[in-house]
């Protein structure tokens, strides 16, 4: 089974419990951070992404996926940190002043992500690295996709092209592949972390992110296929793997063992979820429990340093998923809570000289000043620091 590097150091790292929560005091705090001070970190940080990771048009808009690369690596990324690279072009096209220098970036990246899908033998899908000619190509995890699909969703919404749109949904029938239907297994359900036959857990992030994808969708276009099926996904995560409120435990194994290590985008993803269905149905059954999972998962989150050791990506989807949210039911704490991350990290682990930030082998964590900076990560910071710049209430 073919997976990023990061990817496979965070698979480890849940089979082992390896990140477990630590006790140290949350940085942040101090005066509120104005939107052109964001905007201008979102700017600089999307500069020294491309001056060190990004390859070039020559090189089809493919990203490295660390820098500097090790002979060993790929000649590119993985599909997931191009995503991310993806996802932060578009946060910045959406910027209210800076937001016109980056439409044709951001056109590009999706140009890119195409040379990542294989269509093949009636199971297509983004594969995990690129498919001949340009690489070996990979699985196609389930997760993966999900993101894939709600990236074109922002870009269709972004730019009303219908090709992002239908694109979208072709990843929502990707993804639909992997819910089980298996009804012997405990708690039977759940969608299948890759495309396998030597899968053998259903997860939280694929669950959830999916019935995300599967909701946006229903907001757009109204299709009760789409709403049938984000209820059942994100029905499933809450009856079989929701801890307590805004805490999703990792994945449920076929023979019915729980990983319970706990992820900021787990929680993200299901108040994402709950949200769109509130706003897309009226239900507001929904919207009761995306404030109690907001709540819930923030009072676990800003305790120590729990937030600040977990990967940068999957905090750029938590904050993402709290501004969706705020616009319906607002509140500052979800905000102040981004902002005392995004400083302490703007601080704490960027390395000046290039611009790059750098984290543990997990993606967070302290500044490691000789570590490869990574495409996934910078992104990650890109789009914290721009959805920041882009609601500064």
Not at 92 to 116: I, N, V
């Amino acid at each position: 089974m073919m997976k990023t590097p990061v990817r496979a150091a965070l698979a480890l790292a849940v089979l082992c419990g390896a990140l477990s929560a630590g006790p140290a005091a949350a940085g942040g705090g101090g005066a509120e951070t104005d939107a052109s001070t964001w905007t201008h970190r979102a700017e600089t940080s999307y500069r020294s992404l491309q001056q060190h990771l990004y390859q070039g048009t020559e090189q089809h808009g493919l990203y490295l996926e660390k820098t500097p690369r090790m002979q060993e690596e790929n000649e590119h990324s993985y599909i997931w940190p191009l995503r991310e690279a993806a996802a932060a072009t578009v946060d910045l096209a959406e910027l209210p002043e800076a937001g016109a220098h980056y439409k044709q970036d951001a056109a590009e990246r999706f140009s890119t992500l195409r040379l990542y899908f294989n269509p093949r033998d009636g199971r297509p899908g983004y594969d995990s690295y690129l498919p001949a000619p340009l690489g070996q190509g990979g699985d196609v995890f389930y997760d993966d996709n999900a993101v894939v699909g709600l990236t074109f969703l922002d870009q269709y919404r972004s730019t009303g092209d219908e090709l992002h749109l239908r694109r979208a949904a072709e990843t929502f029938d990707v993804v639909g592949r992997g819910w089980d239907d298996d009804p012997a297994k405990p708690c039977p359900g759940g969608m299948h972390w890759v495309d396998s036959p030597d899968n053998y857990m259903r997860a939280a992030n694929v669950t959830g992110l999916s019935a995300q994808l599967a909701a946006e969708l229903y907001a757009i276009e109204g299709d009760e296929r789409y709403l049938a099926s984000a209820e059942k996904w994100y029905e499933w995560n809450w009856s079989c793997l929701r801890r307590s409120p805004g805490l999703y435990d990792n994945s449920r194994d076929d023979d019915g063992t729980v990983n319970e290590t706990l992820w900021t985008y787990n929680s993200g993803a299901m108040i994402g979820t709950a949200t769109t269905l509130y706003s897309a149905t009226g239900d507001r059954t929904y919207l009761d429990r995306a404030v109690e999972d907001a709540a819930g998962s923030l009072a676990y989150w800003k305790q120590g340093e729990r937030l600040h050791d977990q990967p940068a990506i999957f905090n750029a989807f938590y904050f993402d998923n709290l501004r969706i949210l705020d616009e319906v039911r607002p509140d500052p704490d979800y905000r102040t809570t981004a902002a005392a991350y995004a400083e302490r990290t703007w601080k704490e682990n960027r390395t000046p000289a290039d611009g790059l930030f750098r984290f543990q082998p997990s993606g967070g964590g302290d500044h490691a000043p000789e570590a490869q900076a990574e495409t996934l990560h910078q992104s990650a910071m890109i789009q914290i620091f721009a959805g920041l710049a882009a609601d500064p209430s």
